[in-house]
């Protein structure tokens, strides 16, 4: 039947508008934030929902900051975001105040900026490798969490055994690597950009694609399409693409119990139903497809909803019903305008949801 699901909010936010702008996509996307939607925030977000391609002149950036790499470490300049977190963190040992409500009702972007990598003061450990260990190697210290440059090799002790590797006791003067580096908090896309120009959407993302595809995974069949600096849904290569409901499909792999993986994926009545949870604000069902807030009580609230929900079932099956019977779209038409296709059509079809709408 279909149902609200998070991974089609970016599809369906487009579905019912006459296109948005960029900034109108981010600001409207933003309400629905949480979950699998919480990492793409602003324009930043939605070019990674747009899978747009870098820009050469970022992929230079990349390759300059790539060449920093020193030995101890990577020297790259890390870009992240911040953004609002659910009421649910809130309760009595860490209570909403007006301050942290405002705080988090906008996005903070956060740049991890690298000083230098530097060797704290020399000590003696001893420890167990697989192997010879040797001056000038850099190994991570389970015990205290961080990596240990070997200064000195004082002693190894070979113990060997009959039917399996030799380990080699070793101790040793290591230098713990520091690395000293400077959080940047901005708490909006022109402060961030004047600091450090190179995080600018625009110089990271080429946003003159004018189409593509758009979803938070790997999987979406949805597309968009860009005019006049409008971003909008592309119907009709999506209608051609995506299913008529709920479907799996196998990935390729199979479980350690040797049966099939499958993977879940929505089609067009769920992308109906995910447009109509934004229409009436309902974020809960967005998640868990409505089982944090019955989809049920939604339905019976909303009679317009259910009669969009119904329609959307019927559109898809009775495609999937002209597409079996190899039907043209006028045929279709005309079938459904004198009610000559059944009601139920699983009588009719042999239902497989992996089929596409016409």
């Known amino acids: 039947m279909g149902f609200p699901y998070e991974s089609l909010i970016p599809p369906a936010i487009l579905l019912d508008t006459d296109g948005l702008t960029r900034e109108e996509f981010a600001k409207k996307l933003f309400i629905f934030e949480k979950s699998m939607v919480n990492i793409h925030h602003g324009l930043h977000g939605i070019a990674t929902l747009l899978h747009l391609p870098v820009t050469e002149q970022y992929k230079t950036f990349l390759e300059s900051e790539e060449q920093n790499i020193t030995f101890f470490g990577s020297t790259i300049k890390k870009l992240y975001f911040e953004t609002k977190i659910s009421e649910s963190i809130y309760n009595k040992y860490n209570p909403a105040t007006p301050e942290k409500i405002k705080y988090y009702n906008h996005v903070h972007y956060i740049v991890d900026e690298y000083i230098e990598t530097y060797l704290g003061h020399r000590k003696q450990v001893n420890t167990d490798f697989g192997y010879a260990a040797q001056k000038g190697e850099i190994y991570y210290n389970k015990s205290d969490e961080e990596r240990e440059y070997i200064d000195r090799i004082v002693n190894i002790a070979e113990e060997r055994f009959e039917d399996n590797p030799p380990i080699y006791h070793t101790e040793m003067i290591v230098r713990p690597v520091k690395i000293k580096n400077v959080i940047n908090k901005f708490h909006s896309i022109k402060s961030l950009c004047k600091q450090f120009p190179m995080f600018h959407p625009d110089f990271m993302y080429d946003f003159n694609q004018s189409s593509g595809r758009i979803s938070v995974d790997d999987h979406g069949k949805y597309y968009w399409m860009k005019k006049d600096d409008k971003y909008y849904l592309d119907k009709e290569k999506t209608f051609n693409t995506i299913q ?82 190899n039907m043209t779209h006028s045929e279709l038409l005309r079938y459904r305008m004198l009610g000559m296709i059944p009601r139920d059509l699983e009588d009719v079809i042999h239902y497989d949801s992996s089929r596409d709408l016409i």
Do not use: C
């Open 244 to 325: 008529a409901a709920i479907y799996h499909y196998k990935k390729g792999k199979k479980k350690e119990d040797g049966e099939d993986e499958y993977e879940r994926q929505m089609g067009y009545s769920s992308l109906i139903m995910t447009a109509e949870a934004i229409r009436h604000n309902k974020k809960n069902l967005m998640f868990w497809m409505g089982i944090g807030e019955s989809i049920t009580n939604f339905i019976k609230k909303h009679p317009e909803v259910a009669a969009r929900r119904e329609n959307a079932v019927w559109d898809g099956y009775t495609s999937l019903f002209a597409k079996s019977n």
